[in-house]
């Protein structure tokens, strides 16, 4: 069911605590934490402690959640200092986007140029 967690979920046991992650940022809601593959100086996943396979789906049922997401991406950007120079909040939905944890999460990159369109 939509928004409980998955026992087959990366994300959702980084969550519970049972997979370690590099956590910089925890609401109620959400969770940041650093991409074990990083894209670019600051590059951190933020997602919600609610299991939901992409963010339109998140966004349908539970629009207070998406907006908790998306500030807290800005905290984030705001915390790595990059908010004054720019950076970029980035939905991955399906594979064909190259998703590959179906579980909401917004990268949030920074720290370097980000040119349009990405390569």
Same mark, same amino acid.
């Given at each position: *069911? =939509? %928004?409980?967690? #998955?026992?087959?979920?990366?994300?959702?046991?980084? $969550?519970?605590?049972?997979?370690? =992650?590099?956590?910089?940022?925890?609401?109620?809601?959400?969770? @940041?934490?650093?991409?074990?593959?990083? #894209?670019?100086?600051? &590059? $951190?996943l933020?997602?919600?402690?609610? &299991?939901y396979?992409?963010? =339109?789906? *998140? /966004?349908?049922?539970?629009?207070?959640?998406? @907006?908790?997401?998306?500030?807290? /991406?800005?905290?984030?950007?705001?915390?790595?200092?990059?908010? %004054?120079?720019?950076?970029?909040?980035?939905?991955?939905? %399906?594979?064909?986007?190259? #998703?590959?944890?179906? &579980?909401?999460?917004?990268?949030?990159?920074?720290?370097? %140029?980000?040119?349009?369109?990405?390569?």
């Amino acid at each position: *069911m =939509a %928004g409980e967690a #998955q026992a087959d979920c990366l994300f959702c046991k980084i $969550v519970s605590g049972d997979v370690p =992650a590099t956590i910089v940022r925890e609401t109620a809601t959400t969770v @940041a934490f650093r991409d074990i593959n990083p #894209q670019a100086p600051t &590059h $951190v996943l933020v997602i919600p402690r609610a &299991h939901y396979p992409d963010a =339109a789906t *998140m /966004a349908a049922a539970d629009p207070g959640l998406a @907006a908790d997401l998306l500030r807290e /991406a800005g905290v984030v950007a705001s915390e790595d200092k990059v908010d %004054g120079t720019g950076y970029r909040v980035v939905f991955n939905t %399906g594979t064909g986007a190259g #998703q590959t944890v179906f &579980h909401t999460h917004a990268h949030v990159l920074g720290g370097r %140029g980000l040119e349009w369109p990405p390569g």
